[in-house]
Nanobody, 118 residues
């Protein structure tokens, strides 16, 4: 069973940077599609970035500012966040799924809060 725990969130000013981490302490021997999502108050949860089989995807609002990556053992997923703005304020979640070709995600972390002040 996959277990995901996010960390690295915090409060920063506009233009600042944060690096989020997602530790996968469960099924580390299987391949998964991994991703980062975020949800702000009053808004729907949205995809931020995903990675699978060496391929990456980024939502338009974060292109050029965020970078998703994994360590070689795939035990930790990262999200480097640069040039942050108040619009990036949200709870950020790590997610995983075995079948990247379907929309449903199988596992979720509990989230880490990112707050960007102006």
């Amino acid at each position: 069973q996959v277990q995901l725990v996010e960390s690295g969130g915090g409060s920063v000013q506009s233009g600042g940077s944060l690096k989020l981490s997602c530790a996968n302490s469960g099924d580390i021997y299987s391949r998964y599609c991994m991703g980062w999502f975020r949800q702000a108050p009053g808004k729907e949860r949205e995809g931020v970035a995903t990675t699978s089989y060496g391929s990456t995807w980024y939502a338009a609002p974060v292109k050029g500012r965020f970078v998703i990556s994994q360590d070689d053992a795939k035990t930790t997923l990262y999200l480097q966040m640069d040039n942050l703005s108040p619009a990036d304020t949200a709870m950020y979640y790590c997610a995983a799924k075995r079948r990247c070709g379907i929309p449903a995600w199988d596992y979720w972390g509990q989230g880490t809060q990112v707050t960007v002040s102006s």
